[in-house]
T-cell receptor, first 111, second 117 residues
């Protein structure tokens, strides 16, 4: 089945640093989404990407939809303590089709 | 994820009992999805429903699990004769009707945490 790969499992950065996370797939997706999940909460949508090559920003977050449609990255600039959480990438093949999730990256930010 | 309402947020059941999890999608959304998340894992797709129809149930276990999205009322995920391995967080998500301006982005509820003792 389709799988999304996110690594490493955990990242530790200093407050103020930038961080980049990758997500790769063995198969093509037509939509890529990045979610953040805090403990005991549901995933919150950060950025949605709908076109290969697309680069989209949301505040300090920037994400790109890879040109091959098999990867995406998320960049967080000038990290702050509230960026702590689990970041999931998700791919979707068609409109309203199910999402396939990566296993997530746990981000820790040292003050 | 504001707008997708799930209840209960936490549910404790003894082995063999039934668990019913409810989900009301965001206003204007007619597509509902259920996902399961085990500790320290990503979300795994279970089932995709539209009003009164199951569109894709490829992620649903063959036994004990069922889902519905009736014409009126919330979507229900039902787990019969629960076992310890059913303990997980169950998330509902919704997306709008195709062609809506907001696109087909999927928004999640805050989850229902099932503990089987």
């Amino acid at each position: 089945g389709q799988q999304l790969n996110q690594s490493p499992q955990s990242m530790f950065i200093q407050e103020g640093e930038d961080v980049s996370m990758n997500c790769t797939s063995s198969s093509i997706f037509n939509t890529w989404l990045w979610y953040k999940q805090d403990p005991g909460e549901g995933p919150v949508l950060l950025i949605a990407l709908y076109k290969a090559g697309e680069l989209t920003s949301n505040g300090r977050l920037t994400a790109q939809f890879g040109i091959t449609r098999k990867d995406s990255f998320l960049n967080i600039s000038a990290s702050i303590p509230s960026d702590v959480g689990i970041y999931f990438c998700a791919g979707q093949t068609g409109a309203n089709s199910k999402l396939t999730f990566g296993k997530g990256i746990t981000l820790s930010v040292r003050p | 994820n504001a707008g997708v309402m799930q209840n209960p947020r936490h549910l404790v059941r003894r082995r063999g009992q039934e668990a019913r999890l409810r989900c009301s999608p965001m206003k204007g959304h007619s597509h509902v999805y259920w996902y399961r998340q085990l500790p320290e894992e990503g979300l795994k797709f279970m089932v995709y429903l539209q009003k009164e129809n199951i569109i894709d149930e490829s992620g649903m276990p063959k036994e004990r699990f069922s889902a519905e999205f009736p014409k009126e009322g919330p979507s229900i995920l039902r787990i019969q004769q629960v076992v310890r391995g059913d303990s997980a967080a169950y998330f509902c998500a919704s997306s709008p009707t195709p062609g809506a301006r907001s696109g087909n982005t999927i928004y999640f509820g805050e989850g229902s945490w099932l503990t089987v003792v």
